[in-house]
């Protein structure tokens, strides 16, 4: 028989979703990434750094093959990929935490297709940017789960996941320059 971890998820989330009732405007927060240095070194690797920069944590990445890269760290598709993972399986966790689902396994994997002619410039029909974008969850939860919960569960964690929302919707992103 598999026993639930306590958690403190509720307890974590309940008095935010409070003060956000009343408050909207401190439920809106930034998240942020950073490269820096990479000037010194070849075009084809760098460092990101994910985070505020007193938590940020450095990130190594290097660029795909197909574009001239030498593939030999994970490249910024890569990193897209492990972005919408992280956040539908963060996601998924926390909402079967307030379920009171169990699971006992859970992985979710993410690919992205890609014409990288379009970059290249080799064929300006070709836009520039992932054609298409997959994510297959395998999960298992404990024996006695009612399968439908888990579709609930499932339909809520695709709802609920900002990073997923955000690539369905699409976003305006605005770009400055400081040239010194």
């Given at each position: ?154 339909a809520a964690a695709e709802y609920s996941c900002v990073n997923l929302q955000t690539l369905r919707s699409g976003v305006v992103v605005e ?6």
């Amino acid at each position: 028989m598999i026993t639930k971890t306590i958690s403190n998820v509720r307890e974590r989330q309940s008095h935010l979703q409070a003060c956000y009732r009343v408050n909207a405007e401190k439920a809106l927060i930034t998240d942020q990434a950073r490269t820096s240095g990479g000037v010194d070194t070849d075009p084809f690797h760098g460092t990101v750094h994910a985070g505020k920069p007193d938590t940020s944590v450095p990130l190594h990445f290097g660029i795909h093959a197909a574009v001239g890269g030498y593939h030999d760290a994970p490249n910024p598709g890569d990193m897209l990929c492990a972005a919408l993972a992280a956040c539908m399986d963060s996601t998924l966790r926390i909402i079967a935490d307030r379920m009171g689902i169990v699971i006992v396994s859970l992985e979710v994997a993410v690919e992205a297709e890609i014409d990288v002619r379009g970059t290249l410039v080799v064929d300006r029909n070709v836009p520039v940017g992932f054609r298409q974008m997959r994510s297959r969850i395998d999960i298992q939860a404990a024996e006695d789960s009612d399968p439908g919960l888990l579709q609930k569960l499932v339909a809520a964690a695709e709802y609920s996941c900002v990073n997923l929302q955000t690539l369905r919707s699409g976003v305006v992103v605005e770009t400055s320059v400081n040239i010194g």
